[in-house]
């Protein structure tokens, strides 16, 4: 599984070298004293088609930090891969969208999750200065986790999306909600689990300051619950929280 995700990641790689538009996100977070800790965000967003109609999107985002413990060393505390890729064509205000998602989480104790599915997005709002649409996929997902193989897990999941954002000549705000209760899970040993303990909420909020051109600063807030993980180990909470501040730079 781990060279299908890197062959996929350089075969995207290379598609993307003679892309159109990309943003690269890059934040972080430092604390000293009684704790100390630090932690660094890369996010990118690779746009083949500027025009919009038919276009190729990778959004690949990675998340790490260390703690120090009572002797002073430093634990890893947070590596969070997720790569999102979609092929996207867009009719009026529908969008029909083929989809591709894998996630790594130390957090979530997440060896691979891998969801592969379809839908259609609607803009209820579509201006220069404002974007508001919903979208809904269906989504087929295998899961493994770094706990034990008999808690591994096929899901057939609902992907309900809510996305706004609104443009001002020295600032931009955008936020998303992600919902998606697997229907249907099936674990290794042959056992089903019920849609409310597996089920995943995403919520990002961010604001953007313009710079220039180019060029903004920020600051964003995430909320992750994901109650699976924290079904078959209790030791593992459903959420997680991150607020970092970010600069990002527009090509």
């Given amino acids: 599984m781990n060279k299908l995700n890197f062959s996929l990641f350089f075969l995207v790689l290379s598609h993307f070298t003679f892309c159109q538009t990309y943003t690269f996100t890059v934040g972080g977070n430092f604390t000293s004293g009684n704790l100390l800790s630090y932690g660094i965000n890369l996010r990118a967003n690779l746009n083949s088609n500027t025009e919009k109609i038919n276009q190729i999107v990778f959004t690949p985002s990675f998340d ?6 009572s002797t002073g060393q430093f634990e890893l505390r947070r590596k969070e891969i997720l790569t999102i890729l979609n092929y996207e064509r867009t009719k009026n205000r529908f969008k029909f969208y083929i989809y591709n998602e894998l996630e790594k989480s130390f957090l979530r104790k997440i060896k691979i999750r891998g969801a592969f599915g379809t839908g259609i997005s609607y803009k209820i709002i579509d201006s220069e200065s404002t974007n508001f649409d ?9 899961f493994q986790s770094s706990i034990t193989n008999k808690r591994d897990n096929y899901a057939f999941r609902l992907s309900t999306r809510i996305r706004f954002s609104k443009k001002y000549p020295k600032y931009k705000y955008s936020s998303q909600i992600l919902f998606q209760p697997a229907v249907y899970t099936e674990m290794n040993d042959g056992s089903r689990v019920s849609p409310i303990n597996n089920t995943t909420i995403r919520v990002n909020n961010s604001y953007e300051f313009v710079l220039s051109k180019n060029l903004s600063i920020g600051f964003m807030g995430d909320l992750i619950v994901q109650s699976y993980t924290s079904y078959i180990n209790p030791t593992v909470k459903p959420y997680d929280t991150n607020l970092n501040l970010f600069i990002k730079g527009n090509f």
Avoid at 64 to 69: H, L, M
Avoid at 134 to 142: G, M, R
């Fill in 134 to 142: 919903v979208s809904q996929l269906v989504l087929p997902e295998i």
């Fill in 64 to 69: 790490y930090g260390k703690i120090s413990n």
